[in-house]
């Protein structure tokens, strides 16, 4: 890894650490490196894979919800001490009742890689979280002001716990989205006009549920290495230094979310073959405008 890497838009892999707490659920885990470990730089080319996966537990083997153990390659330790190296941070969910009353890993994860964002915003990071994972990003205070979703089941429990993270912060509350598979804040482009853009968000895109949602729906994001462009000055003003914040609603959509990862990070064609690779029909979520939220 460089030690200068300012983003994760190159032809090296991104580095993902993924969090293996006690009774993780295990389509949390397996969808989202599923995708990431079958995209390459050049599907020609096997050697160019675009990501790298490290996990990351308390114990070098890790009981799934399901009965399944899966290996973690290095301990909680390690991963604080290296956790500056890693692009993606993914949060998984399972156990959710049990890892909340705790206060467990992988709460000081989550919050130290948030603060690794905010004091150098110009390193391109993003926390990703599936299904019932972002109970524990909206515990952190990590989604105040900004748009998320979680499983269907846990809606009720999970505007709550954002509700009393933005009243114990004297933060804004989060815009909880129903009925999408994903949703995206803090966007890495330089967003032009409001009418030629597809990604901006329109007051009159709010979505229909409990309360009406800021964040667009169908849009996904653009990358080309040729047009990409971007402030960094404008970046470090947005929430959380521009730290991307993805949530995904029930476990299956964790695939949903890493495709879009890869669109992002690596390009639309990538993403695409992956999903051909798979046979996965891929629903796009939300994308919410990170400097309007």
């Known amino acids: 890894m460089s030690a200068n890497k300012t983003s994760a838009v190159s ?32 599907f020609k080319d096997p050697s160019t894979k675009a990501f790298e996966i490290t996990t990351t537990g308390a114990e070098p083997k890790v009981l799934s919800e399901q009965g399944i153990i899966v290996g973690s390659q290095i301990p909680y330790k390690e ?54 994972g972002s109970l524990f990003l909206a515990k952190e205070g990590i989604l105040s002001g900004l748009s998320a979703t979680t499983h269907p089941d846990y809606l009720t429990r999970f505007e709550n716990l954002c509700s009393d993270a933005a009243t114990r912060n004297l933060q804004e509350r989060t815009d909880v989205v129903e009925d999408t598979r994903y949703v995206v804040n803090n966007l890495r482009f330089d967003l032009g006009d409001e009418d030629e853009n597809p990604y901006i968000r329109r007051k009159s895109d709010a979505n229909a549920g409990r309360r009406p949602s800021n964040a667009r729906k169908g849009s996904m994001s653009f990358k080309g290495s040729n047009s990409r462009r971007e402030s960094i000055a404008r970046r470090a003003a947005m929430r959380l230094g521009g730290l991307r914040v993805v ?32 046979q996965w029909n891929w629903v796009k979520g939300t994308v919410v405008d990170g400097l309007d939220v």
């Open 79 to 132: 991963a604080h001490e290296r956790l500056e190296e890693f692009d993606i941070l993914v949060v998984l969910g399972g156990n959710s009742a049990e890892v909340l009353e705790k206060e467990d890993q992988p709460f000081a994860l989550i919050s130290d890689f948030s603060e690794l964002q905010k004091k150098d915003p110009a390193r391109e990071r993003t926390i990703l979280s599936v299904c019932t």
């Open 11 to 42: 032809d090296e892999p991104i580095d993902v650490l993924v969090v293996l707490h006690p009774k993780f659920d295990l389509l949390d885990m397996a969808g989202p490196v599923e995708v990431f470990t079958t995209a390459l730089h050049n």
């Open 247 to 278: 949530t995904a609603g029930g476990n299956s959509s964790g695939v949903d979310a890493a495709l879009y990862l890869v669109g992002a990070l690596v390009d639309d064609e990538c993403a695409n073959e992956v999903a051909r690779v798979m």
